[in-house]
């Protein structure tokens, strides 16, 4: 590279770091003008980047189980949050502050603390995925059916938007990576070299496979033109472009899994009984200002669109104005500075057009879009622009068609639930809505009308105010998109996340099949009795099938009546003989449930001390039939699933518990969970 010349963004693909052959496009600081870097992707051969995924990094993600995978994003995690400062000084250079820094980095790097969790939590520790109950479908019992998910061998291919090169590559990548899926990311042009960045961490750190993530920092070229049907697409961007690679003949022709987040006009809703005063006005106008502020307005969840009761109209005009003059505009390596710079020039002249659009539909009661005082900065090279509010008519087409992607909200005024409605439906569809109110009902009405346009809905009040992340703020949990204009799609969403990069599929045979292919025993499939209690089996030897039958115990009035004085459970059924007979649904005199349960805990158990070190809960519990005194009781347990866990001593055993009468009736089933050491003690 020439003497002065501008660093060349790099490409990470089939293995190795490279440099487009182009001179590039020049990359500008947001804050003072100057070139960072030039960015080309040409001569990089998109059909090889996407074998190397299919063939390199897909196999090596699939031979991990999910606990394996959700493991080394905690550690891939952890290592991101030692570098942070690394990716605050550059993120400086996009216009953000250092808490729109924080916003980005810290929440990207949470996303991945948050799939790990959930990993480890809700996956089972085994590369198939078991999707719901086993589906009976013949009478004997013995032809099933049973979903199961698993990872497509495509690759994920993740288009990112500018304004958060971190957290959006991240967020798409985590749930990718758990799936057992390798991703391709392909930046935004203003600020790549924050994301190169980001890769050249996870690279180095030698955590992840190679393969299971690639960058391409420039055009996507031809890319799009080598999918097939077991690749993903997925993009944040325009609704206009989501638009176009929707339609691309490749994606359309493999019927492509594509997953869109587009911009979209979110709003605001304030209630009526929300006065000046209450402690709902107030949160109203700090979100607001907050949206406005936060990232220089360049968020696609920030507000819009802000619904207030019509004679609150000036209130909150006066009160929203009063903070924004609060914020100071400039040089976000100022401490004193609340708000940065937008991500580029050309990107403060789109929000001034689309601010001219939205003047014909309203005034400005704050904020010049032409001027606006900067600290510790030079307003012309730098691009920076004044937080403007507008008032305008809900009932002109343009604020709910127009969006200024920057520091930029409208007021609008409703009479009732239904109008409100209606209005917030205009935007053609939204990635989050928020209703701010201490009424529930209110609430309640317009969550209902307002649902089927939104991908997320915030609802604050006093009550969960403290610990409400904001309007703003997407959770890995919880599904992030929307509907219409807001690209149909939804990312992240915990689990749901996951298993958009995986197959479902329908297996359909008989019991001892489905335990064979889901790791699971099923009922019906064979039962394995040597002679050794399973209890006093190791997670080394125990076996999915292992079992032991246990039993008979009679069940006597004098039993019933002890576990009734002894729990204080003494409801009629268990104590009143004429009262029971009289329900049909008993008939006499009848055991306690638990009795039932604590009975074949009594069968089953081995009580010496050995492999299994506790009983740590029951789940999916039912009592089937009324046990009578007399009745024998007989508990069949089952070893249902293993679960070991990584870095730790033991793992998790699920037991399938049938209590049945001498007549063979199941009178209660369940499954037993326990902790069970991989070696004996």
């Known amino acids: 590279m020439a003497q002065g010349a501008s660093k060349v963004l790099r490409s990470y693909t089939s293995g190795g770091w490279r440099v487009g052959e182009a001179e590039g496009t020049p990359l500008h600081d947001a804050v003072t003008g100057a070139e960072v870097a030039r960015m080309?992707?040409?001569?990089?051969?998109?059909?090889?980047?996407?074998?190397?995924?299919?063939?390199?990094?897909?196999?090596?993600?699939?031979?991990?189980?999910?606990?394996?995978?959700?493991?080394?994003?905690?550690?891939?995690?952890?290592?991101?949050?030692?570098?942070?400062?690394?990716?605050?000084?550059?993120?400086?250079?996009?216009?953000?502050?250092?808490?729109?820094?924080?916003?980005?980095?810290?929440?990207?790097?949470?996303?991945?603390?948050?799939?790990?969790?959930?990993g480890r939590r809700e996956l089972p520790n085994d590369t198939v995925y078991v999707d719901g109950d086993v589906e009976p479908l013949s009478k004997g019992g013995t032809f099933l059916g049973q979903h199961i998910a698993t990872p497509l061998r495509g690759v994920a291919v993740q288009i990112n938007a500018f304004n958060f090169p971190v957290w959006g590559p991240l967020e798409k990548f985590a749930p990718a990576f758990?799936?057992?899926?390798?991703?391709?990311?392909?930046?935004?042009?203003?600020?790549?070299?924050?994301?190169?960045?980001?890769?050249?961490?996870?690279?180095?750190?030698?955590?992840?496979?190679?393969?299971?993530?690639?960058?391409?920092?420039?055009?996507?070229?031809?890319?799009?033109?080598?999918?097939?049907?077991?690749?993903?697409?997925?993009?944040?961007?325009?609704?206009?472009?989501?638009?176009?690679?929707?339609?691309?003949?490749?994606?359309?022709?493999?019927?492509?899994?594509?997953?869109?987040?587009?911009?979209?006009?979110?709003?605001?809703?304030?209630?009526?009984?929300?006065?000046p005063g209450t402690a709902e006005f107030d949160l109203y106008v700090k979100q607001l200002v907050t949206e406005m502020t936060v990232k220089a307005g360049q968020k696609c969840?920030?507000?819009?669109?802000?619904?207030?009761?019509?004679?609150?109209?000036?209130?909150?005009?006066?009160?929203?104005?009063?903070?924004?003059?609060?914020?100071?505009?400039?040089?976000?390596?100022?401490?004193?500075?609340?708000?940065?710079?937008?991500?580029?020039?050309?990107?403060?002249?789109?929000?001034?057009?689309?601010?001219?659009?939205?003047?014909?539909?309203?005034?400005?009661?704050?904020?010049?879009?032409?001027?606006?005082?900067?600290?510790?900065?030079?307003?012309?090279?730098g691009a920076f622009i004044s937080p403007v509010l507008l008032k305008a008519d809900p009932g002109r087409a343009e604020p709910h068609e127009v969006e200024a992607f920057g520091p930029v909200s409208t007021l609008m005024p409703y009479t009732s639930v239904e109008q409100v409605v209606d209005y917030a439906a205009r935007g053609q569809g939204s990635l989050v809505g928020s209703v701010v109110s201490g009424d529930a009902q209110f609430a309640r009405d317009v969550v209902l009308g307002v649902a089927p346009w939104h991908g997320r809905l915030l609802v604050l009040d006093a009550d969960d105010a403290k610990e409400s992340t904001g309007h703003g703020s997407p959770m890995p949990a919880l599904v992030h998109g929307g509907p219409g204009r807001a690209g149909g799609g939804e990312e992240m969403g915990g689990i749901r996340g996951v298993?958009?990069?995986?197959?479902?599929?329908?297996?359909?045979?008989?019991?001892?099949?489905?335990?064979?292919?889901?790791?699971?025993?099923?009922?019906?499939?064979?039962?394995?009795?040597?002679?050794?209690?399973?209890?006093?089996?190791?997670?080394?030897?125990?076996?999915?099938?292992?079992?032991?039958?246990?039993?008979?115990?009679?069940?006597?009035?004098?039993?019933?009546?002890?576990?009734?004085?002894?729990?204080?459970?003494?409801?009629?059924?268990?104590?009143?003989?004429?009262?029971?007979?009289?329900?049909?649904?008993?008939?006499?005199?009848?055991?306690?449930?638990?009795?039932?349960?604590?009975?074949?805990?009594?069968?089953?158990?081995?009580?010496?001390?050995?492999?299994?070190?506790?009983?740590?809960?029951?789940?999916?519990?039912?009592?089937?039939?009324?046990?009578?005194?007399?009745?024998?009781?007989?508990?069949?347990?089952?070893c249902k699933q293993i679960t070991p866990r990584e870095n730790a001593d033991y793992g998790e055993v699920r037991w399938d518990a049938d209590v049945t009468t001498d007549n063979q009736e199941s009178v209660a089933k369940y499954d037993v969970l326990t902790l069970v050491s991989k070696e004996k003690r």
């Open 40 to 118: 080309s992707s040409a001569g990089i051969d998109m059909a090889a980047a996407l074998e190397h995924g299919r063939a390199v990094g897909g196999p090596a993600l699939r031979e991990l189980t999910f606990h394996q995978r959700a493991a080394l994003l905690k550690a891939l995690a952890s290592h991101l949050r030692e570098h942070r400062e690394e990716l605050y000084e550059l993120s400086a250079r996009t216009g953000a502050t250092l808490g729109d820094s924080k916003f980005d980095i810290d929440g990207g790097i949470g996303v991945l603390f948050s799939y790990s969790s959930k």
């Open 178 to 275: 758990l799936a057992g899926v390798p991703s391709l990311v392909k930046p935004a042009s203003q600020t790549a070299y924050l994301t190169e960045k980001l890769v050249e961490l996870i690279v180095e750190s030698g955590l992840i496979p190679e393969g299971s993530l690639q960058l391409i920092s420039g055009s996507a070229g031809d890319l799009l033109d080598h999918v097939t049907a077991q690749d993903l697409v997925s993009f944040t961007g325009s609704a206009s472009t989501a638009q176009k690679l929707r339609a691309h003949p490749a994606i359309v022709r493999n019927s492509v899994r594509f997953n869109a987040e587009a911009d979209s006009l979110n709003c605001s809703i304030l209630g009526p009984d929300a006065k």
């Open 301 to 381: 969840t920030a507000i819009r669109r802000a619904f207030v009761p019509a004679e609150l109209l000036d209130d909150v005009a006066e009160a929203a104005g009063e903070r924004l003059a609060k914020v100071k505009v400039g040089n976000p390596a100022n401490a004193d500075v609340r708000m940065g710079a937008l991500a580029s020039l050309e990107q403060r002249e789109e929000v001034r057009r689309s601010l001219k659009a939205l003047q014909g539909a309203g005034d400005i009661v704050f904020g010049d879009p032409e001027q606006v005082e900067v600290f510790d900065a030079d307003a012309e090279k």
């Open 499 to 638: 298993l958009h990069h995986m197959q479902r599929t329908a297996v359909q045979g008989s019991p001892a099949v489905l335990s064979q292919v889901t790791g699971r025993w099923v009922e019906g499939a064979p039962r394995a009795t040597d002679g050794v209690h399973p209890f006093r089996k190791s997670l080394a030897e125990l076996k999915i099938g292992d079992s032991v039958v246990a039993g008979p115990r009679q069940v006597t009035d004098a039993d019933v009546a002890h576990f009734a004085e002894f729990t204080g459970d003494t409801f009629y059924a268990h104590t009143d003989e004429d009262a029971a007979r009289e329900n049909p649904l008993f008939g006499g005199i009848v055991a306690h449930g638990y009795l039932v349960v604590s009975f074949a805990a009594g069968l089953f158990v081995s009580p010496e001390p050995g492999p299994v070190l506790a009983n740590y809960g029951l789940e999916n519990l039912r009592f089937l039939t009324p046990v009578k005194p007399g009745d024998a009781l007989t508990v069949t347990l089952t």
